[in-house]
């Protein structure tokens, strides 16, 4: 064999080997990649991967189960991120925080046979300097380190030079409320905020604080070891210090920064009971430099039960997925325990919700299990350390079943409606919106009702812009509704039913009826009889009560949740007046049914209307309980304010 010839061997040799090499590479990656795998990437806008991004994926349909089976990880190096125990058939949805990036949000399904790539953009940063001092002299303290922690995912140490001067180049906009703090051997600086754009900051050095204290039975006055202790600010931050206790029970922070503190304890067996009336925050305690603060914790033994998942058809599921709240953590919000069902079907957990005790007097236990939808059992009566079988009857779950629904949406005349919000529960999953050819999907979801009842699919149409406006934004920079081209058709809402029916495909094709426009156009002026300028309006469906639409002029008035049930009004349309007085409103004429689908829980006649006018000074009118016929497309309504006192 020549030289050339050899050469062209190795080269050959060499590519077959590379492909093999791949071969075998992506043979590897796919084999991890189950039905119950989420695997991504996280990159910035040129490609970068981006590591140590907090990355939370939450389930869509496990209604009621989102906040205990959400998942949370974060990027490697390569900006890579895998969740290992997903559920099958189930979309996540992913809310992705990177220091400097922007929040942004994803989907994934488990099982995708390509990774996930996420773009996120770099936010822009701000500088942070000042200086660290002694208390006692008032001078600059030298190579003190200085530590800066974001709300979810920033987090840098720098030291300060000979002056005691410090400098953090790259302050994320997104830092939320950040923690900062000096520190030097034992003495320490008192913590403070640091929000999106605070550029200066100086720390003064003083003694370190110290808190510590047992954590025993309630009942028996027993030591619990074990234990995981944290102090935190009250206020949200990834501030946060953590210990353990001892045998004895005993546990301490030393070396803390001066400031308040909450001190929550967490053990898989055991909960901490509500100590104060709103039943969820423990007392702040003050840490001082040169006193010992102490805070004893009494706790209680967790029930622990046991129980069986079954299928649609009663017989065992393996691997359901189990869960129950168990306690309450230092955000505030509920700890669950997690369990996984044997070949038998069969779970165990914990809950600390026991009796009138706990922090609710009933313990919702909640299963869902691959494709086979949800279901719960609710046990009273529960006692402190009682061990309940339930596996014959008491806590025996029955999972719902699933199935799935597609169709198109389009007018009597067969051309189709893209846009419309599909959708069984308002803001719930699942939901769609009708594409350009007006097809939806409602992918794999548990039945929403007993197996073979009817049940309730919504389909909103589009409308015209409602004029609404995030309320930060202040009344004089508010603008006017945009209004639609005359030609823009809309059309009403419908509700149609569907059987409920586990592993079964529901085609629901439906046909809306077009509706027209209905325009509202005047002049505002004020009590002067000169034009009111930026003047706030409302148009309300029906007759609003005269001591109820202020809430919805402003609504953060209201005071307490909103109320549903047979409401006579709804708002429907915001705008504002030009430099004229002048206003424009434009909606779709609606029936009393369209109007109970948009506006849940009301019976509004469809040909009655109020309108709330107010003046940047306060001047305003309410005109209510006036007709539109149905044969009217356009209502000229001119409204002259009247000075009032209930603003002030």
């Known amino acids: ?316 599921i393996s691997g359901a997925i189990v869960s129950v709240k168990s306690a309450v953590g230092s955000n505030h919000r509920g700890i669950f325990d997690i369990s996984k069902t044997d070949e038998e079907g069969i779970f165990k957990v914990r809950t600390g919700e026991l009796g009138n005790i706990g922090h609710s007097a009933l313990a919702k236990i909640s299963a869902v299990a691959d494709e086979l939808g949800m279901g719960s059992v609710t046990l009273k009566d529960l006692r402190e350390g009682e061990v309940r079988n339930g596996i014959q009857q008491e806590a025996v779950i029955q999972l719902s079943g699933s199935m799935s629904i597609s169709g198109h949406v389009k007018d009597p005349t067969g051309n189709p409606i893209p846009g419309v919000y599909v959708y069984i529960h308002r803001g719930q999953w699942p939901n769609s919106k009708t594409d350009d050819s007006g097809y939806f999907q409602l992918n794999t979801f548990p039945l929403p009702t007993s197996p073979n009842k009817d049940f309730n699919v919504h389909f909103m149409a589009p409308r015209p812009h409602n004029g609404q406006m995030n309320m930060v934004t202040s009344l004089d920079k508010r603008k006017p509704a945009p209004i639609p081209a005359s030609h ?57 009560p005269a001591n109820e639409w202020r809430y919805k002029m402003h609504p953060r008035r209201r005071r307490g949740g909103f109320v549903l049930g047979d409401r006579s009004h709804a708002a429907i349309c915001r705008t504002v007046t030009d430099e004229k007085g002048r206003y424009a409103f434009c909606v779709a004429r609606e029936t009393t049914q369209s109007l109970s689908i948009e506006h849940l829980g009301t019976r509004i006649n469809p040909t009655v209307f109020s309108l709330a006018a107010e003046s940047l000074d306060g001047a305003t009118k309410l005109l209510h309980d006036f007709v539109v016929s149905e044969s009217e497309y356009r209502k000229i309504v001119d409204i002259s304010l009247v000075k009032s006192r209930a603003n002030n």
């Open 1 to 316: 064999m020549n030289h050339k010839n050899a050469t062209c061997f190795n080269v050959i040799i060499r590519i077959f080997a590379l492909m093999l090499f791949l071969v075998a590479s992506l043979h590897a990656w796919g084999s991890d990649v189950t039905r119950n795998t989420i695997v991504g990437r996280v990159v910035d806008e040129i490609n970068n991967p981006i590591a140590n991004v907090l990355i939370k994926a939450r389930p869509l349909k496990c209604v009621g189960m989102r906040r205990a089976l959400m998942l949370e990880t974060r990027s490697d190096k390569n900006g890579r991120y895998t969740f290992s125990n997903a559920i099958a058939g189930e979309e996540y949805l992913l809310e992705l925080h990177g220091a400097g990036f922007g929040y942004k949000t994803d989907s994934a399904l488990p099982g995708a046979s390509t990774e996930t790539a996420t773009v996120l953009r770099a936010q822009p940063t701000h500088k942070l300097s000042g200086r660290v001092l002694h208390l006692d002299t008032n001078q600059g303290v030298a190579k003190a380190e200085v530590i800066l922690i974001g709300e979810k995912v920033y987090k840098k140490t720098v030291v300060s030079d000979d002056e005691g001067r410090f400098f953090f180049s790259d302050v994320p906009r997104n830092i939320g409320q950040g923690v900062i703090y000096a520190k030097k051997q034992k003495e320490r600086s008192e913590y403070s905020l640091v929000r999106k754009g605070t550029t200066n900051i100086n720390l003064i050095l003083d003694g370190s604080c110290r808190i510590g204290g047992l954590v025993i039975s309630k009942t028996t006055g027993e030591p619990i070891s074990g234990c995981l202790v944290q102090a935190k600010p009250r206020f949200m931050s990834g501030f946060v210090f953590e210990t353990t206790t001892g045998e004895n029970g005993a546990y301490a922070f030393g070396n803390l920064p001066r400031g308040k503190y909450l001190v929550w304890v967490r053990h898989a067996d055991w909960f901490e009971p509500p100590n104060r009336g709103d039943r969820l925050w423990p007392p702040r305690i003050e840490a001082l430099p040169g006193k010992a603060a102490s805070y004893n914790v009494s706790m209680l033994k967790k029930a622990t039960i046991s129980g069986r998942v079954v299928g649609p058809d009663k017989l065992p």
């Open 488 to 544: 823009t058709q809309y059309y009403l809402h419908k509700t149609t039913t569907a059987v409920a029916k586990h592993n079964n495909h529901v085609e629901l094709n439906t046909v809306l009826t077009p509706t027209r426009q209905l325009h509202f156009t005047g002049q505002v002026t004020d009590p002067t009889g000169a034009p009111a300028v930026q003047a706030n309006l409302v148009l309300f469906a029906g007759n609003v």
